[in-house]
């Protein structure tokens, strides 16, 4: 049976922690996978998430199973924070991450239209892809970012919008876009939520940033926004960066589904039930204890706040240390794609000690404000080349 099977590539990605860890040289720089880190390069985990891990563990009466939704409390508090007011009218799931959502949304598609379209643009998070095929939906690419002003292709998104069909499905990253963290406007989400209602496209939002941008509410106002504006949408949720749960797998898929709730909920059950049965719970338990206590809430907001104003200022320091670095400051979030070849992203590795994905993905928080003229002197010798 397995001869059958062709060897697949390690992940790019994920390689590349253990290509760094083995890198001897001190000075060695990480902007590859998207974890935040503090000033000391640490992941943290947050305050209020340690406080709640020990109360869940004082606390939780037993570990017995939960239905294939998960944790309802999470599920009902986390759709309040991703979407406003506009949760009341959703159906919510939890899932292993924003990974598993994505996975359960493909599935639910693929019930719902087998063989069907998701526009998809291009970068992407290079997972976007494999999870949709593999699920056997068809994916038609349009490009996204235009890497001569490193800003939005916007003409591109609302071309696509355009050749898309009613059904097909068009996921839009909710907020700092991975790997570009370019973003559109207040006026061009206006104009994407038109258009996606005008045409009947399904909108599936990839919501895995929230809080890393601009701020909870402004990071989800333009998802808000296109959720609004149609009868049938799909939202991706993570908690991986925003609680810095990442290993915990937390996500949620949140679904509106006009006339059909009860077959599109039965349908989300049964698919994940095929799938993984239900959601692993301590991560997911924990988010919701911050969620409904107010004290911790209050302070997970905070170093939320805190997270961003790193991000922010790094990026900030970046963008006025070098010309081909300015198109950063207009970005968001954790992320952004230098201007490099593939030969210069294996160069400034080797020369450098600085690590990247082969894109030219990097990520903001493996920068310090003392680091960012070292990395912009192996930036500067590497254009140079
Ligand atoms: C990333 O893009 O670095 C993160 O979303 C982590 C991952 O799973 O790829």
């Known amino acids: 049976l397995f001869a059958a099977l062709t060897p697949q590539a390690p992940d790019p990605l994920l390689s590349l922690i253990a290509l760094y860890r083995e890198d001897a040289r001190p000075e060695k720089i990480d902007l590859g996978?998207?974890?935040y880190r503090d000033e000391a390069g640490h992941t943290p985990i947050m305050r209020a998430m340690k406080a709640a891990e020990r109360k869940l563990v004082d606390e939780q009466p037993t570990k017995s199973y939960l239905g294939p939704e998960g944790d309802v409390g999470f599920v009902a508090l986390s759709a309040r924070l991703a979407m406003g007011p506009q949760a009341e009218g959703l159906i919510g799931v939890q899932t292993p991450g924003g990974t598993g959502a994505l996975r359960l949304a493909a599935a639910l598609?693929?019930?719902?239209?087998?063989?069907?379209?998701?526009?998809?643009?291009?970068?992407?998070w290079p997972i976007h892809a494999p999870i949709f095929e593999s699920a056997g939906l068809k994916v038609?690419?349009?490009r996204h970012y235009d890497p001569a002003t490193g800003a939005l292709a916007?003409?591109?998104?609302?071309?696509?919008?355009?050749?898309?069909?009613?059904?097909?499905?068009f996921l839009i990253h909710g907020c700092c876009?991975?790997?570009?963290?370019?973003?559109?406007?207040a006026g061009q989400w206006a104009e994407i939520a038109r258009l996606t209602a005008e045409r009947g496209v399904v909108p599936l939002i990839d919501l895995a940033y929230q809080g890393l941008g601009e701020g909870l509410d402004e990071d989800a106002a333009g998802a808000r926004l296109v959720v609004a504006a149609v009868d049938e949408a799909l939202v991706a949720y993570s908690c991986d960066k925003n609680f810095g749960l990442y290993r915990e797998r937390t996500g949620a898929l949140f679904v509106k589904a006009a006339g059909s709730i009860d077959a599109t909920r039965s349908n989300l059950?049964?698919?994940?039930?095929?799938?993984?049965?239900?959601?692993?719970?301590?991560?997911?338990?924990?988010?919701?204890?911050?969620?409904?206590?107010?004290?911790?809430?209050?302070?997970?907001?905070?170093?939320?706040?805190?997270?961003?104003?790193r991000l922010n200022a790094v990026r900030q320091a970046l963008a006025a240390a070098h010309p081909r670095l300015a198109p950063l400051g207009g970005q968001k979030g954790m992320f952004s794609l230098l201007p490099l070849t593939p030969d210069q992203v294996i160069?400034?590795?080797?020369?450098?000690?600085?690590?990247?994905a082969g894109s030219g993905r990097i990520n903001i928080a493996g920068l310090t404000l003392e680091s960012v003229p070292r990395f912009v002197q192996a930036f500067d010798a590497v254009l140079s080349n």
């Not at 160069?347 to 990247?356: F, L, P, Q």
């Open 269 to 309: 059950h049964a698919l994940a039930r095929y799938m993984w049965s239900m959601p692993p719970d301590h991560g997911a338990a924990a988010a919701r204890i911050i969620l409904e206590t107010p004290a911790l809430a209050a302070d997970w907001r905070m170093e939320l706040d805190t997270v961003r104003e």
């Open 109 to 124: 598609v693929q019930s719902a239209r087998p063989g069907g379209t998701v526009w998809l643009g291009a970068p992407s």
């Open 177 to 185: 876009h991975n790997p570009s963290g370019a973003d559109p406007d």
């Open 154 to 169: 916007f003409e591109d998104i609302l071309e696509a919008l355009g050749q898309a069909s009613a059904g097909d499905v």
């Open 347 to 356: 160069a400034i590795r080797k020369d450098h000690a600085v690590y990247m």
């Open 33 to 35: 996978v998207g974890v």
């Open 140 to 142: 038609c690419s349009y």
